[in-house]
């Protein structure tokens, strides 16, 4: 090993990253990239602990207190690749003094888009028609072939108003004349939500007793898991569909199926799963569910700026100033 590779920081990189970022990555520092982008198991995450000075984890590495235990510890930072990190113990992580970092800011406008695609493709029936046309069952236009549901001038109700809650109230409100209700614990300045045309709600069953669309913009935490139940299901109108681009386990997955079987609510659209990647099997028999492949920030641009995002956060916390996106 040479001198100066020698002297530069190590970090595991746990995934294939776009070409870009491995390159700034082994610029910078001795990099260990996964050449064959296969989902490390937790032995290889201890190991990667255990043996190098930083780690760049992904959404699918689950970092859990067993497996932040090991011994002896050589990391000193987790960079995470991505905003949410409800896969890492970050209780943990800062019990073994290991500074925790994530990727805001830069994946907002793609998710929000996600988020606005979703509720299209769901009401107006994209993906029935695509599969409709391709089948080749389709016979020509006729007035009441495969109608959908206007979305233009509807009520979208967010569960969060975080960074991508406004986004997506910013495009629903000024681009389809959505009304917006929203219910957060933490909700931004009157002015912020003034400037969206939003209306706060005392609760998040009032935003689902009003909506037409509810899309889900809260972290996962314990308190959110499961947030959308059985009975929260059944608070929204039959008329009305859920939009998940958030995490999966904010939604009782099983209860979304028998609502949506029963046609209790009208549809449903998910870029996320409880069980990510497996998906509840009968879901996929369902007409009335999109589903995509946690597909939120999944752009070139995006994913080259997360990994940018994440280098400058690891070059921060090596030079010994405080990381921009600390998270403990
Ligand atoms: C995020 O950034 O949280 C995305 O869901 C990928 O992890």
């Not at 549901?149 to 495009?171: E, F, P």
């Not at 369902?286 to 589903?291: F, H, I, K, Q, Y």
Request: charged share 25%; net charge neutral.
């Amino acid at each position: 090993m040479s001198a100066a590779r020698a002297g530069r920081p190590s970090v595991v990189v746990t995934r294939r990253l776009p070409a870009p970022v491995e390159d700034r990555l082994a610029r910078d520092f001795d990099a260990r990239l996964n050449r064959d982008d296969h989902p490390f198991t937790a032995a290889e995450l201890g190991e990667a602990l255990r043996t190098a000075d930083a780690l760049l984890p992904t959404v699918t590495d689950r970092l859990t207190a067993d497996v932040l235990a090991v011994e002896p510890l050589r990391a000193r930072i987790l960079a995470n690749y991505g905003v949410g990190f409800n896969h890492i113990d970050v209780g943990a992580a800062k019990a073994r003094g290991l500074t925790v970092t994530n990727t805001p800011d830069v994946l907002t406008d793609d998710t929000a888009d996600d988020a606005v695609m979703l509720m299209l493709m769901v009401a107006r029936r994209a993906v029935e028609g695509d599969r409709h046309v391709r089948s080749g069952a389709w016979t020509g236009w006729g007035p009441t072939h495969m109608l959908g549901t206007k979305v233009s001038g509807k009520t979208l109700g967010l569960i969060g108003l975080g960074r991508i809650g406004r986004a997506v109230a910013r495009r629903a409100h000024h681009g389809f004349a959505m009304k917006i209700v929203f219910h957060d614990p933490y909700p931004p300045s009157p002015a912020v939500v003034a400037e969206l045309g939003a209306e706060p709600r005392g609760s998040v069953e009032a935003v689902l007793r009003e909506a037409d669309f509810v899309s889900l913009h809260s972290p996962a935490t314990p308190e959110t898991r499961h947030l959308i139940n059985a009975e929260r299901l059944a608070l929204m109108r039959p008329s009305a569909f859920l939009i998940n681009t958030a995490r999966g386990d904010i939604v009782d997955e099983a209860a979304l199926v028998a609502a949506l079987k029963a046609r209790r609510i009208a549809g449903a659209a998910l870029d996320v799963f409880e069980r990510e990647p497996q998906v509840t099997p009968e879901l996929l028999t369902l007409d009335n569910v999109v589903l995509l492949p946690h597909l939120g920030s999944a752009t070139q641009e995006t994913r080259v700026a997360m990994g940018l995002r994440a280098c400058d956060n690891l070059k921060a916390f090596f030079a010994g100033a405080p990381p921009g996106d600390r998270v403990v």
